[in-house]
């Protein structure tokens, strides 16, 4: 799996789960996809991405996009 890859799960994840909490828990949990989907808009355009560069510490491989 390369850092693309592994960007897109764990957004995938985080949107699930948050999701899961808004439904059950509290709606407040919303807020989390709402910051998902800015941050993954905003590696769109600048090529930054937090969860890239933590990924690539902890040893995985890198993708195209996030190299």
């Given at each position: 799996m390369t850092i693309d890859r592994a960007v897109l799960a764990v957004a995938g994840a985080m949107v699930l789960v948050s999701?899961?909490?808004a439904a059950f828990v509290s709606?407040?949990?919303?807020?989390?996809t709402a910051f998902v989907g800015a941050n993954m808009l905003q590696?769109?355009?600048s090529g930054f991405c937090p969860a890239a560069i933590v990924l690539r510490k902890v040893?995985?491989?890198p993708g195209?996009?996030?190299d």
């Open positions: 999701a899961a909490l709606l407040w949990w919303l807020l989390l590696a769109a355009f040893g995985i491989k195209c996009a996030f």
